[in-house]
């Protein structure tokens, strides 16, 4: 099938080939590129205009039109290849002839200079970074995402040739935008440190443009309107010659920006480059979106975790007192008595009773009873410090002590220290019989069990014997300490 190259199938030809193209059409004499080609030809320089080539051999070069050049490649052969240099840039060419027909040629430009490497194919070498990088992004730390992102802004910044490139997000409320990620260019000024907290208003030609079109492409800051006064001098503050930015969407609201500046020389932007542009936002928003729900996440598992341990504790703590509950002190129980019998140790259990707490209740009221009550709590838990040891409420006016490795003797101590500590505590009692101040009475129990005793059933005989002392006790008078025997199990 014979080839002819309409000027539309040749312009979708150039524009979407990742090979550097130059196509002459002889009736306008004219050259057109695509943007693969000029990246190659401007390697260092800012635009392709006018490209002036030279018609370059070993002893001599010829500074002819590229018209002239592409005029002569066509009375050779398809393959035919000419080495050139590119005046503006001094980068050494080939072209290659690769088809051509009544209309014009289609030339391939070869980058003598970098052949073998990838600046060759800027488009080829950004699709490379940013695939790298995505896939870095997706799998790195929280602490290493910015570091990623800084990378994709350079990524943008080497093919596109810009001097610095940057993200800006708005704040939770959308009411500030703060300049997050930037990348600069060796002996290019950084500006991250200071664009916090900008509001809409600052720039309002700037954002007005984004959000009508999602992007702002400026290729030189003297075409700015009039309105944009506030944008003019905030570009020349930043030495910005051209701009580039491309609004960062969530849904239908914009969430920031990424941007490029052009600041050593003028740049006209390409339609590639708001392409990739618009990728490496949708990358950065992709990764922030993920490393935002990853935090939601976190916080609402820390959430869960904390209003757990809260509720546990609830479920094991005494409301009033904030001492252990009857529940916690059951389980603690068989658990120390199971220790016990392991290492053959004795253990000591209190029964402790607030004498006269009803006369005390009617006589001061509930409140004021509770408040009695805490005192009480405080005083057992402050004496009963060993590690190991266990206070809790055992139910109304009633305490227990757990005393782990405490035989007989050692647990009367304690006794007596607690019965002399709460008297301390002065607590008037007008209506007790026996006392003007609050007083307990103790009863305790102490046994080393065995190994194959079962400790529900010594738990059981454990508080009963307390609780026969703890009557002994009052039966005795109140505010003193009984024990029955010490015995084995
Ligand atoms: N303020 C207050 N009182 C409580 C609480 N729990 C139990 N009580 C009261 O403690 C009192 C216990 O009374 P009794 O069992 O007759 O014992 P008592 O008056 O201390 O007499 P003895 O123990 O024989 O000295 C009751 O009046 C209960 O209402 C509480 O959480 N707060």
């Given at each position: ?65 590229a018209p002239t050049i592409a005029t ?340 009367e101590q304690l006794g007596q220290r ?72």
């Amino acid at each position: 099938m014979a080839w002819h190259l309409s000027a539309q199938r040749t312009d979708y030809l150039i524009k979407n080939s990742s090979m550097a193209l130059l196509w002459f059409d002889r009736e306008q004499q004219q050259l057109s590129l695509n943007s693969s080609a000029e990246h190659c030809l401007t390697l260092g320089l800012t635009s392709p205009d006018n490209v002036s080539l030279a018609l370059l051999q070993q002893h001599w070069q010829a500074l002819l039109s590229a018209p002239t050049i592409a005029t002569f490649l066509m009375q050779g052969d398809v393959g035919d290849t000419l080495p050139i240099l590119h005046i503006q840039s001094q980068r050494r060419c080939s072209l290659q002839l690769t088809t051509q027909d009544a209309g014009g040629c289609l030339l391939l430009l070869t980058d003598a200079d970098n052949e073998q490497s990838d600046k060759a194919n800027p488009t080829q070498q950004f699709d490379r970074a940013l695939s790298e990088i995505s896939t870095q992004l997706i799998r790195c730390s929280a602490e290493q995402v910015d570091q990623h992102i800084v990378a994709a802004l350079e990524a943008f910044a080497q093919c596109s040739y810009s001097d610095r490139c940057y993200v800006f997000l708005f704040d939770d409320d959308g009411e500030v935008i703060n300049n997050s990620h930037e990348w600069a260019a060796v002996g290019v000024s950084r500006h991250a440190h200071e664009l916090k907290g900008l509001q809409e208003s600052d720039l309002p030609w700037f954002f007005q443009c984004l959000r009508e079109q999602q992007q702002m492409v400026l290729n030189h800051i003297d075409s700015l309107p009039r309105a944009a006064q506030a944008e003019h001098d905030e570009f020349k503050r930043e030495q910005i010659r051209s701009i580039l930015c491309v609004g960062i969407f969530a849904s239908d609201r914009m969430i920031g920006f990424v941007g490029a500046d052009a600041v050593k020389q003028q740049r006209d932007w390409t339609h590639d480059d708001i392409r990739r542009l618009r990728l490496v936002g949708n990358v950065i928003f992709n990764t922030l979106q993920r490393h935002w729900d990853q935090q939601a996440l976190d916080t609402a598992r820390e959430h869960m975790q904390a209003l757990n341990q809260r509720l546990q504790r609830q479920a094991h703590q005494d409301g009033l007192t904030g001492l252990a509950n009857r529940r916690a002190l059951d389980r603690c129980l068989l658990l120390e008595l199971r220790r016990a019998a392991r290492q053959q140790q004795a253990l000591s259990l209190l029964l402790i009773d607030i004498d006269y707490f009803k006369a005390y209740n009617d006589y001061f009221g509930h409140l004021h009873g509770d408040q009695a009550l805490k005192t009480v709590a405080r005083v057992l838990q402050e004496h009963a410090q060993r590690s190991g040891d266990m206070v809790s409420r055992y139910g109304g006016e009633e305490f227990v002590i757990v005393l782990p490795a405490t035989d007989q003797q050692q647990a009367e101590q304690l006794g007596q220290r607690l019965l002399a500590n709460l008297r301390a505590e002065q607590i008037a009692h007008p209506a007790s019989p026996t006392a003007q101040v609050l007083t307990i009475s103790i009863g305790a129990h102490s046994i080393t069990p065995e190994a194959k005793s079962a400790p529900q059933q010594l738990a059981t005989r454990l508080l009963k014997a307390a609780d026969d002392a703890l009557y002994y006790a009052k039966k005795q008078g109140r505010d003193r300490y009984c024990c029955s025997r010490s015995i084995s199990y």
